[in-house]
């Protein structure tokens, strides 16, 4: 099993961005996603989760501002980010059962 994420980096508050993960080595489209994250001393988060259906759920901390999709053809899943904040500011993983990505950086700051 293979997570590779992308899509991380720098951007001001109130901006967006869009994490990508691409999965390999599993049957992807029956597959429940999630993406959680780590920010610097504090432990892991959960902010998003998608069925192999397509339902999704997030916590009250994201709602409204992250949106997790999916690809079945592509075998790869999504996070857009919009209105991101500087408590945003995290190490973001992708994950699949007990398998973990190696993570990408995203840093909200002016």
């Known amino acids: 099993v293979q997570l590779v994420e992308s899509g991380g980096g720098l951007v001001q508050p109130g901006g967006s961005l869009r994490l990508s993960c691409a999965a390999s080595?599993?049957?992807?489209?029956?597959?429940?996603m999630t993406w959680a994250r780590q920010a610097p001393g504090k432990g892991l988060e959960w902010v998003a989760a998608i069925s192999s259906d397509g339902s999704t759920w997030y916590p009250d901390l994201v709602k409204g501002r992250f949106t997790i999709s999916r690809d079945n053809a592509r075998n790869t899943v999504y996070l857009q980010m919009d209105s991101l904040k500087a408590d945003d500011t995290a190490i973001y993983y992708c994950n699949h059962d007990q398998y973990w990505g190696q993570g990408t950086q995203v840093t909200v700051s002016s």
């Open positions: 080595g599993f049957t992807f489209r029956t597959s429940t």
